[in-house]
């Protein structure tokens, strides 16, 4: 007999009876109906006749006639004894409801059963069931190949299979007896390419085994098994399906399994898509701080095992991403993360992996790395795809990034303390004025430990409200009448001492303290201004408040101002936003823009600390900016001569020459005093002339208008 078109069976077949020759009918049927009879005959005879005939002794099929053997695929002496069960599946009565099987049941009872025929056909039989001893269970069944008589109930049952939306199976000794429609929609067997074949045939090969015994296992145990696994179809693609086995009973006894399978894809395809999303990040696809923490665990357990197998940790914040949020909107915002995201996969090799933390904060696993040199080469690549500008709605935008690196040491015993080092590189690289990488070391651990201490510091002041403002008189060095303040922030510390923050503004800047410190600078400075003008009246005094790139675009700005100076009814003129040239480097159209709007309201834009970094001259020529204060290098280089002094001849040349005036800052003596005033330096402040003050002794410092004091008007 050929096999089925799904081999072998799911559940182990029992063993196969010992072979050996056919029985002599008479021993079968017994010496009173075969008495005096020739028994090569009697088997002639039943060869001859046009039915199955099957002899059975003690559950045995001994014998199978000629026509019994041809519809079984077998020649005359292919014929072993072997189980009934074997030969007649599903061996039961032609009754409504088949439940008893016929085993001790009066002579000539009906049946109906299924007959494995060739090429694994199954084929319906029906016929009778004679028994001839009872106790020694001999009998002879006579059958026929035929459709089943069967009882509206049957047909009933088999529509209700037929209609269920779930795959039904349902086999007899590990071959299929039946399956519905739906088990063909799903696995594309039909039912005649199912019949006769195993279940087993659908499970995946490379866990056909293992499967196939934790099901026997299941089973055995509870005589039934649920599970979600998957399946092979017909065309060799795999589903995902949920299965349920159950046991099919007749009169108690098991006599087959019923297989139930449900099509799970789209509920798996869901799943999985909730757990990938609750593992990564929505906006750029990168896995989360929880799925980053995890493979970095998983790092560093593998280093502890092999200590060669070295990894860090880069840790990535955009410098500007805030204003691009202001500015254009958080949809840009958005599109720039993306974009951000794209360069990060880009510039890793396939081993490391990139997470977005959260904000406009990044971080990258770097793997299978000796030194922290290779941290700085993985580092370096990222910094360059950064430097390029990014298309956000038209605009192109310069993002920049910090980034810190940390090497994973004998400390670094959680991902937790190998993210905080690399974040603790990251600030310090930011507050040296980002784009570019710090590695973290001990010593970059004090001095970051000791930021720290400040930025909590300034924020319970602010929170307490502890911070005040002190003025720096701005003379005219020729004649050395007072022209202005600088309004300084100054903050009350813990102990009494006045502390003058000299990195404030970029720590307001980390910290997201820096729009409401600028505007309680507005605030106060206007009402300074307004309490000058009504104690001073005919002086018109210049105040300067400094404010950070992020404060000087911030989209709120003319409007708050336009609010405080309506408040306070002070001249607009008389205010001077002092901004560092930086925030003038990075994109000199945005800055034009933004200056050509404050002097539209009569606010006078100036660049502080000029010449820190090289700014270019052009933007002496292309800015609308009403003043330039040097850096306190280039004020210090006017008894140097070098380059640093012809720049500084060049600047006030030039500045001259356009009408902006020039202010040298940090003036410490009276020669630094007379050689700028012979260059022509229209202002100056600084130590010589007076410390930042309080609000009270600048008052009376503007009272008498000059210096040195004994100077009269």
Known sequence: MTTSPFGAGLLPESKQSEAGDAADPREV?????????????????????????????????????????????????????????????????????????????????????????????????????????????????????????????????????????????????????????????????????????????????ETRFNENTALLKAVEAHGSAVMETVRRNKAGELVDVSLQIAPLLVDGAQVGNVFSFRDIGEHKQTEEKLQHDAMHDLLTGLPNRALFLDRVNLTLNRRLRNPEHGCGVLYLDLDRFKEVNDGLGHAAGDILLAAVAGRLRASLRPQDSAARLGGDEFAVLVENILTAYDLEIV????????????????????????????????????????????????????????????????HLEVAVTTQQERERELRAAVDK??????????????????????SILSLYRADGTVDNFQNLPVIAEDNNLSILLAREALDAGCAQLRNWADRLPGRALTLAVNLTRR????????????????????????????????AFNEDPDAAVAILQRLADWQVRVAIDDFGSSLAPLNHLVRLPVAMVKLDPRLTAAVLSPGRQLAVLESLLRLGNALGVQIVAQGIETREQLAALTRMSCALGQGPLFSPALDPELALKLAERGYWPPAQEA
């Open 379 to 442: 580092a370096g690549r990222i910094l360059r795809e950064m430097e390029r500008p990014f298309d956000v709605f038209g605009h192109a935008v310069h993002a920049g990034a910090s980034i810190g690196a940390a090497m994973a040491g004998p400390d670094h015993t959680s991902p937790d303390l190998l993210l905080r080092d690399a974040d603790r590189a990251m600030y310090r690289a930011k507050q040296a004025g980002g784009g570019r990488c710090e590695i973290f070391d001990t």
């Open 29 to 205: 049927i017994g010496l009173s109906l075969y008495e005096n009879a020739n028994p090569d005959a009697q088997r002639e005879v039943l060869d001859g006749l046009p039915v199955l005939v099957f002899l059975e002794r003690a559950g045995k099929i001994v014998f199978a006639n000629a026509e019994a053997r041809q519809i079984l695929d077998l020649n005359e002496g292919e014929w072993t004894p072997r189980p009934v069960e074997d030969v007649l599946w599903g061996l039961f009565p032609g009754t409504a409801e088949p439940q008893t099987k016929l085993t001790a049941t009066p002579r000539g009872n009906p049946f109906h059963a299924t007959l494995p025929g060739k090429g694994g056909r199954l084929i319906p039989v029906e016929g009778t069931y004679s028994i001839l001893n009872a106790e020694l269970r001999e009998a002879v069944i006579v059958a026929h190949p035929g459709e089943r008589d069967r009882v509206p109930k049957s047909r009933l049952m088999e529509d209700v299979l037929a209609s269920l939306p779930e795959a039904v199976a349902i086999d007899h000794r590990n071959h299929v007896l039946y399956t519905n429609p739906a088990f063909t929609r799903m696995f594309g067997y039909t039912a005649e390419e199912a019949s006769g074949g195993s279940l087993r045939e659908l499970i995946v090969p």
């Open 465 to 486: 409200r502890q911070f005040f403002f002190r003025y720096q008189p701005i003379y005219r060095l020729a004649n050395g009448k007072l022209e202005g303040f600088e």
């Open 551 to 582: 404060q000087l675009y911030h989209p709120d700005l003319i409007a708050y101002l336009m609010k405080v100076f309506a408040a306070s009814g002070v001249d607009p003129s008389r205010l001077l936003l002092e901004a560092p040239e930086s």
